[in-house]
């Protein structure tokens, strides 16, 4: 197959690097900067393109969409009007969804919204320990994520990087991230809020700091704090279940887990090991995402998170701005 991958920023590199480590070098690329198509055509070797019509001369087959969130919906459809199986990256807007879903449908056309944590193995542990129900019920969750936004791209100045503007700030965008694999593991939300403000000295007029409230279906009772803040970077979760707790640091890629029947702590370590220089996040789930993604086309796998539920989760994000 010929990938075609659309905006060649940090995503847009990492899923060049996610499909090379898979074998698959029938690469094109696509951005309207000349930087970023002389990088990624000097480092990876593809044939990269600043006018998008003359990329599709070439025929792709399959089209990975890495631009900024606010740009998503036009290539989704410029997929769909080529008739090409399409990944694309977390968004911040619903706009247009609905009508993109019902051209899906229409041609058949293989969606996949990013689902990244559903790829990651601590995440994996955590929901096979919460189906299991070894531990009881769970009752309540506390999620907490954080980085400082200028440390996200070191390389450019958060004025001119999406992350700083307001309607596709990092807080907005992490939110909905975030949901997308805590609603996986407990469930639907059925009441949603939050408080958001600027606190902080950050030189962009964004909201750096969602305290997030929700209450899943089953009357699990959830918190999730997002913030750009933190200068140490963080991802933790702690899980109140009715026989034992789980708790799972990202950046020490552990799930440690107690259980009142042997009333000891229980630690599983994360199996991820590709890492790239410059980055937090070891590589590993993001390639396993692109590979489901792959063997999906193929016949051979189904993709965890379609069209409709990524709409389900954007609304959120819109239910809980509205009930701020």
Same mark, same amino acid.
């Given at each position: 197959?010929?990938?075609?991958?659309?905006? =060649?920023?940090?995503?847009?590199?990492?899923?060049?690097?996610? =499909?090379?480590?898979?074998?698959?070098?029938?690469?094109?690329?696509?951005?309207?900067?000349?930087?970023?198509? !002389?990088?990624?055509?000097?480092?990876?070797?593809?044939?990269?393109?600043?006018?998008?019509?003359?990329?599709?001369?070439?025929?792709?087959?399959?089209?990975?969409?890495?631009?900024?969130?606010?740009?998503?919906?036009?290539?989704?459809?410029?997929?769909?009007?080529?008739?090409?199986?399409?990944?694309?990256?977390?968004?911040?807007?619903?706009?247009?969804?609905?009508?993109?879903?019902?051209?899906?449908? !229409?041609?058949?056309?293989?969606?996949?919204?990013?689902?990244?944590?559903?790829?990651?193995?601590?995440?994996?542990?955590?929901?096979?320990?919460?189906?299991?129900?070894?531990?009881?019920?769970?009752?309540?969750?506390?999620?907490?994520?954080?980085?400082?936004?200028?440390?996200?791209?070191?390389?450019?100045?958060?004025?001119?990087?999406?992350?700083?503007?307001?309607?596709?700030?990092?807080?907005?965008?992490?939110?909905?991230?975030?949901?997308?694999?805590?609603?996986?593991?407990?469930?639907?939300?059925?009441?949603?809020?939050c408080i958001r403000g600027k606190v902080s000295s950050l030189p962009v007029e964004i909201n750096d700091v969602y305290q997030t409230i929700f209450r899943f279906e089953s009357g699990v009772i959830g918190h999730l704090l997002v913030e750009v803040v933190s200068r140490t970077?963080?991802?933790?979760?702690?899980?109140?279940?009715?026989?034992?707790?789980?708790?799972?640091?990202?950046?020490?890629?552990?799930?440690?887990?107690?259980?009142?029947?042997?009333? !000891?702590?229980?630690?599983?370590?994360?199996?991820?090991?590709?890492?790239?220089?410059?980055?937090?996040?070891k590589e590993d789930m993001y390639i396993e995402e692109i590979r489901c993604f792959i063997e999906t086309i193929k016949g051979n796998s189904r993709y965890p998170f379609s069209l409709e539920e990524y709409l389900k989760v954007l609304k959120l994000l819109e239910s809980a701005?509205?009930?701020?």
């Open positions: 197959m010929r990938f075609f991958v659309i905006g =060649l920023g940090s995503m847009g590199k990492r899923r060049i690097r996610n =499909l090379q480590f898979l074998g698959e070098n029938d690469i094109i690329g696509f951005d309207t900067q000349e930087k970023r198509l !002389k990088e990624c055509n000097e480092k990876y070797k593809i044939k990269t393109y600043s006018d998008i019509r003359d990329a599709i001369k070439e025929n792709p087959d399959v089209f990975i969409i890495s631009t900024p969130p606010d740009h998503h919906i036009g290539y989704e459809f410029l997929a769909t009007a080529n008739n090409k199986p399409f990944f694309c990256e977390a968004g911040v807007s619903s706009v247009g969804l609905n009508e993109l879903i019902a051209e899906c449908r !229409k041609r058949k056309i293989f969606a996949a919204p990013s689902a990244t944590f559903r790829f990651n193995s601590s995440v994996i542990k955590i929901k096979e320990i919460i189906s299991s129900g070894e531990i009881g019920n769970p009752v309540s969750l506390t999620y907490h994520m954080g980085q400082y936004l200028p440390d996200w791209h070191p390389y450019e100045n958060i004025k001119d990087f999406y992350v700083g503007k307001p309607e596709t700030a990092a807080t907005r965008e992490m939110v909905p991230f975030e949901l997308e694999w805590l609603t996986w593991i407990f469930g639907d939300i059925s009441e949603i809020f970077p963080v991802r933790s979760l702690r899980v109140v279940c009715e026989e034992g707790t789980i708790e799972w640091d990202w950046l020490e890629d552990t799930v440690n887990v107690f259980s009142v029947s042997n009333k !000891k702590w229980v630690n599983y370590k994360g199996s991820e090991h590709v890492k790239e220089n410059g980055y937090i996040s701005e509205k009930n701020s």
